[in-house]
Antibody, heavy 123, light 107 residues
C-alpha cells in the first residue's frame, strides 16, 4: 500500500523558515515525480511545487518562487520542502502527493495524497 | 497562467439525485483535466483523470466528460458517501491549477 506521511509543520513567526518532509513507502520512490499541494484553512487547493524522479525538472507556483525549495533524497525515500521568508498567507495544510509518472509534465495527476502537515505563520 | 472556474460553487441534493458539476478553463487544455473528491478533514482523492477516465476503485456512478475548455463531472445517483467538495485540476501547463471547488451537501 502506498503511504505518504508528512511532518515538520508547526507555528512559525513571519520571516522565519521551516522544512517539511514527506516519507514515502509502498512504491519505488525513485520511479515517480512528487509534488507539494497546500490548502489554506477553509479554502481550496493550490499546487505549490513539483519535482521529477531525478530532480532534473522542478517547478514552483509564482506565490512561492524564490522563497521555497523542493528537493528529494531517493536513498531515503523522502521529499522535502524548504520554506524561507514565510508569510501569513503561507498558513495552510501542506500535502505531499505522488505523480503518475517519473517526470511531471502535461497530462499528470496526483494520486495518492498524504494526510498533510499544518503550517501556521503568525507572530 | 490558466485559470479554472467551477459552477456551481455549492449545491444541495438528495440521495439518488443526478448531479452535474461544471469546470471551465480560461484557454483550451485539450483533455488534460482531472477531478478530485475531498471529504471534511481528509486528503483529496483522485476520481477522474484525463477528463473521462475513471480511477481504479472509484464507483461507476462517477463519470467525466469534455475537452477544450468545458468539462463536467456527473454523479448518476448520489449516495450518502458522495457528500463532499469536488475540485477540477488542469495538467496542461504549469502552474497546475485547481478550480475553486464545488461543495455538495444534503438537501
Amino acid at each position: 500500500e502506498v503511504q505518504l506521511v508528512e511532518s515538520g509543520g508547526g507555528l512559525v513567526q513571519p520571516g522565519r523558515s521551516l522544512r517539511l518532509s514527506c516519507a514515502a513507502s509502498g512504491f519505488t520512490f525513485d520511479d515517480y515525480a512528487m509534488h507539494w499541494v497546500r490548502q489554506a484553512p477553509g479554502k481550496g487547493l493550490e499546487w505549490v511545487s513539483g519535482i521529477s524522479w531525478n530532480s532534473g525538472s522542478i517547478g514552483y507556483a509564482d506565490s512561492v518562487k524564490g522563497r521555497f525549495t523542493i528537493s528529494r533524497d531517493n536513498a531515503k525515500n523522502s521529499l522535502y520542502l524548504q520554506m524561507n521568508s514565510l508569510r501569513a498567507e503561507d498558513t495552510a495544510l501542506y500535502y505531499c502527493a505522488k505523480d503518475r509518472s517519473s517526470s511531471w509534465y502535461r497530462g499528470t495527476w496526483f494520486d495518492p495524497w498524504g494526510q498533510g502537515t499544518l503550517v501556521t505563520v503568525s507572530s | 497562467d490558466i485559470q479554472m472556474t467551477q459552477s456551481p460553487s455549492s449545491l444541495s441534493a438528495s440521495v439518488g439525485d443526478r448531479v452535474t458539476i461544471t469546470c471551465r478553463a480560461s484557454q483550451s487544455i485539450s483533455s488534460y483535466l482531472n477531478w478530485y473528491q475531498q471529504k471534511p478533514g481528509k486528503a483529496p482523492k483522485l476520481l477522474i483523470y484525463a477528463a473521462s477516465s475513471l480511477q481504479s476503485g472509484v464507483p461507476s456512478r462517477f463519470s467525466g466528460s469534455g475537452s477544450g475548455t468545458d468539462f463536467t463531472l456527473t454523479i448518476s445517483s448520489l449516495q450518502p458517501e458522495d457528500f463532499a467538495t469536488y475540485y477540477c485540476q488542469q495538467s496542461y501547463s504549469t502552474p497546475l491549477a485547481f478550480g475553486p471547488g464545488t461543495k455538495v451537501d444534503i438537501k
